[in-house]
């Protein structure tokens, strides 16, 4: 999804003045289109988390129930994982991959690859230990539910983030569409800024516990986005 500087300022809550700003530091990703600047929504929200920015809760842009994505509910159906098996980058994503519930017709192989070609391109760590390995450009699995696999590592591995330290918890994403993967992207970026939820990450907490916190910050967020309306 394609978005303009006021888009950018409303998403992380800043002003216009700023993300130019960050745009003259080249700070934030950006591209030229007849001499104005545009933004890939997903790479914003990537970097958005890289920086450990609060992304607006009423810019996630859900308008109505039927159109909501829980996180709760993606967790639960993409699972969570414990001591996933790995020594180093490329093995630790080929046992995710494995492990993954993938809906009928990926191809485990192709995501495997495309992921590693990702890691290749730069890490997909966001620093304090959590990674969100992802292709470029959304796998979407059409017709399927979305979802989000969470696995915690047996051994911390070396992800080449920025902020040196060895990764020990990936969120994976599936989406039936690109609309439903950049959702569930900025409620990630939206939970992983609340203490609670990144507590319990850290501590590599019980299911139960992950998925009820999940469900409340989605209880929260449909409560702002409906005092925004």
């Known amino acids: 999804m394609e978005l303009k500087v006021r888009d950018v300022a409303k998403l992380l809550g800043v002003s216009e003045k700023t993300i130019y700003r960050w745009l003259a530091e080249r700070k934030i990703p950006a591209y030229r289109l007849h001499d104005q600047y545009r933004f890939s929504k997903a790479e914003v929200l990537e ?3 890289a920086q450990r920015l609060t992304v607006a809760p009423e810019a996630l842009g859900e308008a109505s129930p039927a159109q909501e994505v829980s996180l709760a509910q993606a967790l639960q159906q993409g699972g969570i994982l414990y001591r996933l098996q790995g020594h180093e980058k490329t093995a630790v994503l080929r ?27 730069a890490s997909t760590s966001i620093g304090d230990g959590i990674a969100l390995p992802h292709p470029r450009t959304p796998i979407l699995a059409a017709g399927a539910p979305p979802q989000v696999t969470l696995a915690f590592l047996q051994n911390p ?68 986005q409906g005092g925004a309306a």
């Open 95 to 121: 046992e995710l991959v494995a492990a993954m519930p993938l809906p009928p017709g990926l191809d485990r192989e192709f995501l495997y690859q495309v992921l590693v070609a990702r890691e290749a391109l």
């Open 47 to 49: 970097w958005a988390q």
């Open 157 to 224: 591995v070396d992800f080449g983030a920025l902020d040196g330290k060895p990764v020990f918890a990936l969120f994976a994403i599936l989406a039936p569409s690109s609309a439903t993967h950049l959702k569930l992207l900025a409620k990630l970026a939206f939970a992983l800024k609340q203490d609670a939820f990144r507590s319990l990450i850290q501590a590599a907490a019980g299911r139960q516990e992950i998925l009820a916190q999940a469900a409340e910050i989605d209880a929260t967020l449909r409560s702002r």
